[in-house]
């Protein structure tokens, strides 16, 4: 009897462990939680993505000052030399490098744009 009765409990546990374990993995495969368990991929690799940006970064920066050093670009300037003329990298040049504007054209355009018109519209 006490025989019976242990395969008995034994056999039930296993249906419900089995039963629990069938009934998790289909709530793991229905749509919302596929697109759930993508949707925390994503940003668990956004985030491994910007610590590695922040890493390069700082690795940039640090080398930089590293040949920085090594050229001597941040040593002080001999006050025999000249001053640095400061040249923006990029965007319209100062306006004293800007050309003159011609007679006749409308004062409204910039003179910069007077000589270099870019249009985006055009046809290439």
């Known amino acids: 009897m006490f025989r019976r009765t242990f395969w008995f409990a034994a056999g039930a546990a296993a249906g419900v462990w089995?039963?629990?374990?069938?009934n998790r993995k289909?709530?793991?495969l229905t749509p919302e939680s596929i697109a759930a368990q993508a949707a925390n991929k994503a940003i668990e690799t956004g985030h491994r993505l910007k610590d590695f940006a922040l890493d390069v970064r700082a690795?940039?920066?640090?080398?930089?000052?590293?040949?920085?050093?090594?050229?001597?670009v941040h040593a002080p300037?001999?006050?025999?030399?000249?001053?640095?003329?400061?040249?923006?990298?990029?965007?319209?040049?100062p306006a004293?490098?800007?050309?003159?504007?011609?007679?006749?054209?409308?004062?409204?355009?910039?003179?910069?744009?007077?000589?270099?018109?870019?249009?985006?519209?055009?046809?290439?």
């Open 18 to 22: 089995a039963t629990t374990k069938v």
């Open 26 to 28: 289909i709530q793991q």
């Open 59 to 72: 690795g940039m920066i640090q080398r930089e000052e590293e040949l920085g050093e090594a050229l001597g």
């Open 77 to 93: 300037v001999d006050p025999e030399l000249p001053a640095q003329r400061a040249r923006p990298a990029i965007g319209r040049p």
């Open 96 to 124: 004293a490098d800007l050309p003159e504007q011609h007679p006749g054209r409308s004062s409204a355009r910039h003179p910069y744009h007077a000589h270099h018109s870019h249009n985006r519209n055009e046809d290439h």
